[in-house]
């Protein structure tokens, strides 16, 4: 299962970090990425990395959000730089996770996070 932890609210400006754990009987994590929904809107693409480290970022925070994982910790990471009131929604991790038994692949999704900016 994946937990996603280090929402909470802050002051439009500032930063947070989100944190994203896997856990299981876990042989191997391909691609992982975070999502957001925000109320009345569809769930959007905040980031993804790949195995091999390789990034994406949804347009309306590349150049703030860096993503990051951990393959050691099975961990992902969110680094949220100069928030905005805009970016106020709940976070989802999502991570493609093949276990050791049976040796399968499966999509995961977190239970979300919320993320609170104030102006």
């Known amino acids: 299962q994946l937990q996603a932890s280090g929402g909470g609210l802050v002051q439009a400006g500032r930063s947070l970090k989100l944190s994203c754990v896997a856990s299981?009987?876990?042989?191997?994590?391909?691609?992982m990425g975070w999502y957001r929904q925000a109320p009345g809107k569809q769930r959007e693409l905040v980031a993804r990395?790949?195995?091999?480290?390789?990034?994406v970022y949804g347009d309306s925070v590349y150049g703030r959000f860096t993503i990051s994982r951990d393959n050691a910790k099975n961990t992902m990471y969110l680094q949220m730089n100069s928030l905005k009131p805009e970016d106020t929604a709940v976070y989802y991790c999502?991570?493609?996770?093949?276990?050791?038994?049976?040796?399968?692949?499966?999509?995961?999704w977190g239970q979300g996070t919320q993320v609170t900016v104030s102006s």
């Open positions: 999502n991570a493609y996770v093949v276990l050791t038994s049976p040796r399968l692949g499966y999509e995961y």
């Open positions: 990395i790949t195995s091999g480290y390789s990034t």
């Open positions: 299981g009987s876990i042989l191997s994590i391909g691609d």
